[in-house]
């Protein structure tokens, strides 16, 4: 079964500027959190549950380095599956995401593309006239390629090569923007993305990507084994970075 009418939301947490999307097919009641991030799992959890939805899936798009996932705390609660990109290989991992093996949530039809880049197993998912594209092409801008096995070249051609081959009207959800941005489109990210758009050539893209400049992530020492681990608090966390990580409660279930 595939449904071309989606319940659809899109959720905003400060502390990382994080995009989390929620799909939902209203046919079965079955719904999927892409991307969700650790401080928000509560207000996700109720979103789902006030549209009358159940969580099935989590997926995260890569392992992230600015937040933690909500995956595992999404599964004690709501006994979701966590998909993740199988190239990752995490022992935690419920679903392995493979490139053009479609994801079926009751009648939502997902298909992962293989977007590396920004992390050599990065994942965007296309769903009908939209795509969540994750840390790889993001609204006038792009993710890092400087740190987790990243590469300016990969990035080039993931997105030039597979995202902007996609419709024009394909509606563009990236997982970050800091400046209040929601969505983008294909159309207007292959005309005016600074970074990737219009004419950029490949030496050129490489070029502006090594020279960025950027800090080095404040918190990406705690994101990525916390990530690895499908969303664990490390211990030592500083307090400087605790509004990053909250204290989690007993599951009410035990």
């Not at 899936?57 to 595992?72: E, L, Q, Y």
């Not at 941005?181 to 292959?190: D, G, L, P, T």
């Not at 664990?232 to 599951?251: F, H, I, K, N, T």
């Amino acid at each position: 079964m595939k449904t071309s009418v989606v319940i659809f939301r899109q959720l905003f947490e400060p502390v990382s500027s994080t995009y989390t999307y929620l799909l939902g097919c209203p046919e079965t009641g079955q719904a999927v959190l892409i991307d969700p991030v650790m401080p928000a799992w509560q207000r996700d959890l109720q979103a789902v549950n006030d549209l009358g939805l159940q969580l099935v899936m989590t997926i995260d798009t890569h392992i992230h380095a600015d937040h933690i996932t909500s995956a595992s705390l999404l599964k004690r609660e709501a006994g979701s599956r966590i998909a993740i990109p199988a190239l990752d290989g995490l022992p935690c991992t419920d679903v392995g995401i493979e490139d053009g093996v479609p994801l079926q949530v009751g009648g939502l039809h997902l298909d992962p593309m293989h977007t590396p880049g920004h992390t050599d197993n990065h994942f965007a998912i296309a769903a009908g006239d939209r795509v969540f594209t994750g840390d790889a092409l993001l609204i006038d801008g792009c993710g890092r390629t400087d740190f987790q096995s990243g590469s300016a070249r990969a990035l080039y051609e993931s997105v030039r090569g597979r995202l902007f081959a996609l419709p024009g009207e394909t509606l563009v959800y990236p997982a970050h923007d800091y400046q209040g941005r929601w969505v983008s489109s294909i159309a207007q990210e292959r005309q005016r993305n600074p970074r990737l758009g219009g004419d950029r050539s490949l030496e050129s893209f490489i070029e502006l990507m090594e020279n960025l400049g950027l800090p080095y992530p404040k918190f990406i020492d705690y994101a990525v084994p916390g990530n690895r681990a499908c969303g664990v608090c490390p211990d030592g966390l500083p307090e400087a970075l605790r509004e990053y990580c909250p204290q989690m409660a007993e599951s009410p279930q035990g």
